[in-house]
């Protein structure tokens, strides 16, 4: 009797594997990994987005591997997320921090997911093309949380009591990170490349503990991409393991975000110019915002010398001249109003850059009736006066 207690006892301290504190550490963050690689693989950029084609191995890897680990109906997520792009940032949006407030999104993000995987409209009009083949009907949909039991049973049987921990890590790693963090404050906090029509932000520049989708602000500005790193110091490692499934075969990229690429600079825009410049749009805003900050340290200094500017208006100013015209609320327009009359520069840049947005935006125009705009845009830009503009307006010139 005292053997069979003392090796219940054993198993309960070590389970099969005797394995120490390091490589139960270690165990968790490999598997842990493995689940948001799938879930940023699979899908996101393959179910989701169709942004790739998998084989079939890696397919059924990924969709047994997060029964086990997640219990997520492919269906159900690929229909959540492709809602939450469709309505993003209004009140149809499942899980958006603008509507819902990031504490609610944070926190109860996996709650808001599952209320609205509920959904039958949703799941009718935002789930199709998800797999529907007889494992998929008959268990990973059907008995969706018995793989989570079964990831429990393993885990005990391979290191006892603490087993239940690792399984605790596993199962809370998708709602924090992926409902909490991707959905919360992946439109909440960070930095943007693209000022795209909804509030997303880059979390951070190396993507690597979720898999890339830190590069969260690159994603909604290029929904179909399959690599979310955008920026020569942006590190996209779940992009790393398409590259190298396509490399053996078992992954075909679809689409990618539009490289900007350039000729030399043309005198006169033509209709090759138009589309490659409607094509990099958000390249190049991106670089119309850099010259915006140029003209704006070239007339800070006249600025500071209005008496009625204080430093936190100016820096508000400075915030509101670099985001989106239509974005800004009517108080917003009032202040930057306010500075833009004292600088004839700043005036000039921000009433050009409405402009400029307006070219592809105006579908009932003639494609030579765009070719002149831009034209005449590059024209009086070249002649304003002011370099940053001029030096934009070449660049412009030279898309290819």
């Known amino acids: 009797m005292s053997t069979f207690i003392e090796t219940v006892v054993d198993f309960l301290s070590n389970g099969i594997t005797r394995a120490t504190g390091w490589q139960v550490f270690i165990f968790t963050a490999v598997v842990t990994h493995i689940t948001i690689a799938s879930v940023t693989i699979f ?6 987005h169709r942004a790739l084609d998998l084989h079939a191995i890696p397919s059924h890897f990924f969709r047994f591997w997060l029964w086990l680990t997640t219990g997520q109906v492919t269906k159900e997520w690929a229909a959540v997320h492709r809602k ?11 899980h958006s921090p603008v509507t819902r407030g990031i504490k609610k999104v944070f926190w109860q993000g996996a709650e808001l997911y599952r209320a609205e995987s509920k959904n039958k409209e949703t799941l009718q009009k935002y789930g199709h093309g998800t797999p529907d083949d007889w494992i998929e009907s008959n268990l990973y949909t059907k008995y969706s ?4 039991a079964l990831m ?3 885990d005990i049987l391979l290191f006892g009591a603490i087993g ?3 399984w605790a890590v596993q199962m809370l790693w998708i ?7 991707i959905n919360g404050i992946g439109h909440y906090w960070g930095y943007r490349n693209y000022d795209c029509v909804d ?6 520049p190396l993507g690597i503990i979720i898999g890339g989708e830190e590069l969260h602000n690159n994603h909604h500005t290029f929904g179909t991409s399959a690599k979310l790193s955008s920026k020569w110091y942006e590190f996209d490692i779940g992009w790393m393991y398409i590259r190298m499934m396509e490399i053996v075969g078992l992954a075909k990229v679809k689409k990618v975000a539009p490289a900007p690429k350039f000729a030399e600079i043309k005198s006169s825009i033509d209709m090759e110019t138009l589309q490659a410049v409607i094509t990099n749009r958000y390249d190049v805003m991106s670089k119309y915002a850099k010259s915006l900050r140029r003209t704006w340290s070239d007339e800070i200094a006249h600025l500071r010398e209005k008496s009625e500017f204080e430093a936190g208006f100016l ?3 400075k915030k509101f001249l670099q985001r989106e015209p239509t974005k800004l609320e009517a108080p917003q327009q009032q202040h930057l109003s306010e500075v833009l009359a004292h600088s004839k520069a700043l005036k000039t840049m921000h009433d050009m850059r409405v402009e400029l947005g307006l070219i592809w935006e105006r579908s009932t125009v003639s494609r030579e009736q765009l070719v002149h705009q831009l034209q005449d845009w590059c024209t009086r830009a070249e002649a304003s006066g002011i370099q940053a503009l001029h030096d934009f307006s070449r660049r412009l010139r030279s898309y290819a």
């Open 43 to 48: 899908l996101h950029r393959c179910q989701a």
């Open 84 to 94: 939450h792009h469709a309505k993003c940032e209004t009140e149809e949006d499942p």
């Open 145 to 148: 949380w018995q793989g989570v």
């Open 152 to 154: 429990l049973i393993i």
């Open 164 to 166: 239940v921990t690792v």
């Open 175 to 181: 709602p924090i990170t992926a409902a909490g963090i």
């Open 199 to 204: 509030a997303s932000r880059n979390i951070l």
């Open 315 to 317: 820096k508000s100013a």
